[in-house]
């Protein structure tokens, strides 16, 4: 498989009804670990995840990958804000994304209990996947994004609304996808997340990217007036 | 109010002497909707799930026209069905007017439009939850149908339930296509009419429970059947 990185997005806009929804925005992704996108409400985080992931039609603009689009787009996986549950059993949701590419059912099987159990379902597999809790959605999600997996992997808020513990246990088994090479995006409310996490942050502002840095840098020294208020709790818009 | 009670009694009548009258046009009721119906389905859900997952030209217009067929007056189905298959007609060297394979033309043509117009309702909106997920994931256009045809298919026994309660209960195109002759295209629904043409009451209604009995059991053993498929769940 070829490389998939770096991906450049140039000038890119998503207008939605008239109104601009981000850009322009220029970013260029490359390297390892985990990229967070911060920012306000309404910034367009998910916006802009969404359309580097490709499901957001461009206005403007344009993303360039190192490989030929059809073959990004089988490299790349995205966990919802909401996790979307099939309504089908555990383990079916696991093997889903397997038998969509073909996968024999024994291999697609064997994977999805192994995952089971790295995610700390075991015994849940029969166990209908729409009345699982928050946070078991949210690692079946997870879960489900890296089995087949990917190079790059966007996450919407992993953790937007779950406690401690399931918020240790996320951020653990994303500890252990980049360590297997998997490049991360992911749009955070949670500051100490991206601080413990992330090796890039990129700032996001009224839809564009008000502040692009490591993240030591960014965290030690903000370049941007509103990104020092930003991590200083203070409101920004 | 004694007419009711006669029947009744008829139809219990009926069914403990084994009348074999009763049981031959019983057996083709079921015979002639049942295989509408798997017809139906097989046109229909995957129509649907198309509908669902598939951005074209025509597909408001078809959503609508498909809605609007839901009220179909049967009779007018069966006339032209008629005219199709009769010697004259553009299909009648196949000779199939007065048999029950006109009777279950006929009905499909009815069914059609109503389980489609339902299974597409349900699964508009499990489309809409899935919509992201399965784009993202890059299933294909096939992929997608067999997703929501398999998710929604609770969804979608309803939606052929109700088109079998529209078929076994229809009298107006299966009276003028099969012609209810006795022994080859007599049917419950015709039966109950020409007895009630007849002047017997009780026997049209004692056949009348007995076709609201049939109905009533093939729905249950269809959700039971489904709900051992799917092991008792949601």
């Known amino acids: 498989m070829s490389a998939l990185l770096p991906m450049r997005a140039s000038g890119v806009c998503v207008h939605r009804r008239g109104k601009r929804l981000i850009g322009p925005v220029d970013l260029v992704l490359d390297g390892q670990g985990i990229t967070a996108l911060i920012g306000p409400n309404g910034a367009g985080k998910s916006t802009l995840l969404k359309a580097l992931h490709g499901l957001e039609r461009l206005s403007a603009g344009r993303i360039d990958w190192a490989c030929p689009q059809h073959e990004a787009q089988q490299m790349q996986a995205f966990v919802f804000q909401t996790p979307v549950m099939l309504r089908r059993s555990v383990l079916d949701n696991l093997m889903y994304p397997l038998r969509l590419a073909r996968t024999p059912r024994a291999a697609a099987r064997a994977a999805a209990a192994q995952w089971c159990a790295r995610i700390g379902l075991e015994g849940m597999e029969g166990r209908l996947a729409t009345v699982l809790s928050g946070g078991e959605r949210q690692k079946l999600a997870l879960a489900r994004a890296l089995i087949t997996s990917p190079k790059l992997l966007f996450l919407d808020e992993p953790s937007a609304s779950l406690d401690g513990s399931a918020t240790r246990e996320i951020e653990a088994i994303l500890t252990l996808a980049t360590g297997a090479g998997t490049r991360i995006v992911m749009a955070t409310h949670d500051m100490g997340q991206a601080r413990r996490l992330a090796r890039e942050v990129v700032f996001l502002r009224r839809g564009e990217v008000h502040e692009a840095a490591p993240a030591a840098t960014f965290f030690d020294a903000p370049a941007t007036r509103a990104a020092a208020a930003f991590l200083a709790g203070d409101i920004v818009d | ?152 298919r609770r969804a979608l026994l309803t939606a052929a339930l109700a088109g079998f309660g529209r078929g076994v209960g229809e009298v107006g195109a299966i009276m003028v296509v099969g012609g209810n002759i006795d022994h080859a295209t007599r049917v419950m629904t015709t039966a109950i009419a020409l007895e009630t043409g007849k002047g017997n009451f009780a026997l049209a209604l004692g056949l009348g429970f007995v076709l609201i009995a049939l109905s009533v059991m093939v729905n249950l053993a269809i959700h039971w059947l489904s709900r051992t498929e799917t092991g008792g769940r949601w």
């Open chain 2, 1 to 152: 109010m004694n007419d009711l009670l006669d029947g009744l009694t008829q139809a219990a009548w009926l069914v403990i002497s084994l009348n074999p009258d009763l049981y031959e046009i019983a057996a083709r009721s079921l015979r002639v909707t049942l295989a509408a119906l798997v017809i139906a389905c097989a046109i229909a859900l995957p129509l649907s799930a198309l509908l669902a997952v598939q951005r074209f030209r025509f597909r408001r217009a078809t959503i609508a026209v498909l809605n609007a067929l839901m009220g179909l007056p049967p009779v007018v189905v069966g006339l032209v069905v008629y005219v199709f298959l009769s010697r004259s007609g553009p299909l009648g060297v196949l000779g199939l007017l007065f048999t029950p394979t006109a009777m279950v033309i006929a009905q499909v043509i009815i069914i059609v439009p109503l389980i489609a117009s339902i299974a597409h309702q349900s699964l508009r909106e499990l489309w809409a939850e899935y919509h992201d997920l399965l784009i993202s994931m890059n299933a294909g256009r096939a992929q997608r149908i067999a997703t929501l045809l398999w998710d929604g």
